[in-house]
């Protein structure tokens, strides 16, 4: 009984480890078009949906990078990170 317990919980956090391995390349994957769509909406001027801009700063630390110099450089989108959280500013 011991054996079955203990088996089914290794397989169960082995599931989980291969769900979380997945996820994290899925999203190392799209970076590169994540980027692009970056850079075309800071040469263009356009505003960006917030849960985009939300969903790129969770996934990758570069990607915040470049999402701080947009915002420093388009404060009319209404959106500022403060203490490493993106946020919606209201006037």
């Not at 505003?47 to 470049?66: G, H, K, T, Y």
Request: positive net charge; contains cysteine.
């Amino acid at each position: 009984m011991y054996f079955e317990l203990t088996a089914l919980s290794i397989f169960g956090y082995l599931s989980s480890l291969k769900a979380e391995f997945s996820r994290e390349s899925g999203s190392k994957k799209e970076q590169p078009e994540r980027m692009q769509k970056l850079k075309v909406a800071g040469n263009s001027r356009q505003n960006l949906r917030f849960d985009f801009l939300q969903e790129c700063w969770s996934d990758d630390p570069a990607l915040q990078i470049v999402i701080k110099k947009l915002l420093a450089k388009f404060p009319q989108w209404g959106l500022v990170a403060v203490e490493g959280v993106l946020v919606k500013w209201e006037e």
